[in-house]
């Protein structure tokens, strides 16, 4: 009589404990438009495919078949929505026509003197600063940058977002669904090429007001992409990842490409100052352009003590 299931019984004890709960997670991460929790859990694709690869190939070789199959089809899912993020790209020859620095500074935490240098080198044609508090905008008016400084932080509030454009713009706040403080439209001069471009920082979902806080924000700026006539970007701290159902419908909503397809994951927060910060790190700064537009290169910087990572991403017209 055959013993291995006896043997497996013992040896595949850790890749079931570890692949059948990380798999229900995965596969109920598809239901983010359910429940906000759901929403949460889409936002690990990446450390699910970690998991669930060895996971998998125990599970298969002990024959626990009930679980391989299981853990196979969450592994299947994940690769289908994590893979796409590595293919295709903009095609080699296209000369960048605009530079965007997107950086969620984190308040006082992040190292303001590195941050300014990197922004006098940067050559980014339009830079928004997410949670720039009252001393950034002291420091960034100090540093005598060759920029336009424009900050929305309210008189009431402790942050806000600074812009800095290179070149003269219209910049203004917008009330976009609920914080619409935190949404803030660059209007580039319209000499050649006008570009619209959105920057925003929706609410973090740790409750399920918040969460929907953060939907109606990031529907309303799909609805602003859809109104627009000249190229447009939607950039910023999104707190989704481009997994969540929200992402999907703020990039349904205003016909959207992601700057990611091509160049990767690139999780961008949490990082260095927290703990597992590299494990646990997702990607929730993002950019998102017309069809018009073309992602030529796309980066994360090195961190400047924020827990976020800057976002660097150079565009070009769609020929």
Known sequence: ???????????????????????????????GAAWWGFDLLSSFR???????????????????????????????ADVAVVAPLYLGGAPPDLVPALRILSFNVQGAFADRGAVVEFIRESEADV??????????????????????????????????????????????????????????????????????????????????????????????AGDWAAEQTTPHVVVGDFNATNWSHAFADLQRRGRLRNSQVGFGVQASWPVERVPLGDWLAIPIDHLLHSQSLVTVSRRLLPNFDSDHLALLVDLAHAS
């Open 127 to 220: 830079v928004f600063l997410h949670e720039a508090s009252i001393d950034w905008e002291r420091d960034l008016l100090d540093a005598d940058l060759e920029y336009v400084l424009t900050f929305s932080r309210p008189p009431e509030h402790v942050f806000g977002t600074a812009v800095l454009t290179l070149r003269p713009a219209r910049v203004r706040p917008l009330r976009l669904g609920e914080g619409g403080l935190r949404s803030i439209q660059v209007d580039l001069p319209a000499d050649a090429n006008p570009i619209a471009l959105l920057g925003i920082h929706a609410p973090s979902p740790v409750s399920a007001e918040r969460a929907a806080a953060r939907d109606r924000q990031l529907a309303a």
């Open 46 to 76: 990446w450390q699910y495919l970690v998991l669930l690869t060895p996971a998998l190939l125990v599970l298969a070789a002990a024959r626990r078949w009930w679980s391989t199959t299981l853990v196979a089809l969450a592994l299947l």
């Open 1 to 31: 009589m055959s013993n291995h299931p006896a043997r497996g019984r013992w040896w595949s004890l850790p890749a079931t404990l570890v692949g059948v709960p990380v798999a229900l997670a995965a596969l109920f991460g598809f239901a």
